[in-house]
């Protein structure tokens, strides 16, 4: 059974980084059949994907084009677990995020309410 | 990006009685290597994240109660849930996981009549 434990701060300033990271047990992040993805939700957008990391023989990176450009995501094998980090937040960015695994997503982590403050 | 509309916005159920939710992808989300569609149904509780329930568009997730069910295919799904309990109050979401993005509808909020 994979569990994944979110941590990361709950405000960030704007034109500042967020950076979250999501630690995985029960898993491994190299595994070559699992996919780690960050999804945030917020009233005005609703659920949305933002983009994943997959290990097939090496790393595959996905992101939503909304966020591409100021979206990184990175996956660290020595301490099984992968982390966001979204540049040059704005107000706009405020959500509760997430990161789940697989395609159908069938593990969560808790969720981490995010505030840009302006 | 496939669009995901799901009607209705809320509906309100008797205890016992049926609830039904459709979705409505904008195009087909037809996976060609095992000939099953992609689509999920996910339960969402306040303060919780979204919960698995079914995937390949009719398979439960291990643990999901058998009064759930998802149906469909093409472009018209639907989940089901035979027997309204009082602990299914909550918003559900279709996805689809055919191509990327990965895209959500817009929910449907279950309440006890």
């Known amino acids: 059974h994979v569990q994944l434990q979110q941590s990361g701060p709950g405000l960030v300033r704007s034109s500042q980084t967020l950076s979250l990271t999501c630690a995985i047990s029960g898993d491994s992040v190299s595994s070559d059949s699992a996919a780690w993805n960050w999804i945030r939700q917020s009233p005005s957008r609703g659920l949305e994907w933002l983009g994943r990391t997959y290990y097939r023989s090496t790393w595959h990176y996905d992101y939503a084009v909304s966020v591409k450009s100021r979206m990184t995501i990175n996956a660290d094998t020595s301490k099984n677990q992968f982390s966001l980090q979204l540049n040059s937040v704005t107000p706009e960015d405020t959500a509760v995020y997430y990161c789940?695994?697989?395609?159908?997503?069938?593990?969560w982590g808790q969720g981490t309410l995010v505030t840009v403050s302006s | 990006d496939i669009v995901m509309t799901q009607s209705p916005d809320s509906l309100a159920v008797s205890l016992g009685e049926r609830a039904t939710i459709n979705c409505k992808p904008s195009?087909?989300?037809?996976?060609?290597?095992?000939?099953?569609?992609?689509l999920a149904w996910y339960q969402q509780k306040p303060g919780q994240p979204p919960k698995l329930l079914i995937y390949w568009a009719s398979t439960r997730e291990s643990g999901v109660p058998d009064r759930f069910s998802g149906s469909g295919s093409g472009t018209d799904f639907t989940l089901t849930i035979s027997s309204l309990q009082a602990g299914d109050v909550a918003i559900y979401y279709c996805q689809q996981y055919q191509s990327l993005p990965l895209t959500f509808g817009g929910g449907t909020k279950v309440e006890i009549k």
């Open positions: 195009q087909s989300i037809l996976y060609s290597s095992n000939n099953k569609d992609s």
């Open positions: 789940a695994s697989g395609w159908s997503l069938q593990y």
